[in-house]
């Protein structure tokens, strides 16, 4: 019975990370945001920023890495949305080498910025409400740097597109 339980567990999580949706904010802390806010993480050309610069319009901030398939996969949904919506910031946060994204920027192209943040973001994602450090993970802030939503696991473009509805009206 606890082998089966321990499926049915895992299971429901690899569905939670395949099929991402909304959830509660509340577990997400002013300090921790603080801290994602004015970290300084480097670009794939080595120029450093903070997210803090990227909050003066509704922000898509998406925790991915070149070896999360659903964060691969969910990708050219978030391209798509970037060019639908040009009043919306969207920044990937790479848990993951310059590398591997250099590489992956060959075969994957996205118009909007990668920044390097390298596995420490794995940490960092815990401290903003995402206990397991599942990817992809995204946080969605208004105008002002509040955030509004977050999602674990592959975002659902028509859930996304809705959120940006809201946000950039």
Known sequence: MAGGLLLLLSGARAWALKAGSSSDITDVSQEALDKLFDLSVPDMSGQS?????????????????????????????????HQTYPNVNFVGFAADTER??????EKVKVTYPL???GMGSISLMKNLGNKTGGLPFTLIFDAGGKLSHKILGQ???????QILKTLSS
């Open 49 to 81: 920023h903070t997210v803090r610069e990227y909050t003066n319009k509704p922000l898509v901030l998406n925790f991915w890495a070149t070896w999360c398939p659903p964060c691969v996969k969910e990708m050219p949904d978030l391209e798509a949305l």
């Open 100 to 105: 591997n994204m250099l590489k992956f920027e």
């Open 115 to 117: 920044l390097v943040a």
């Open 155 to 161: 975002v659902e473009k028509d859930e996304l597109e």
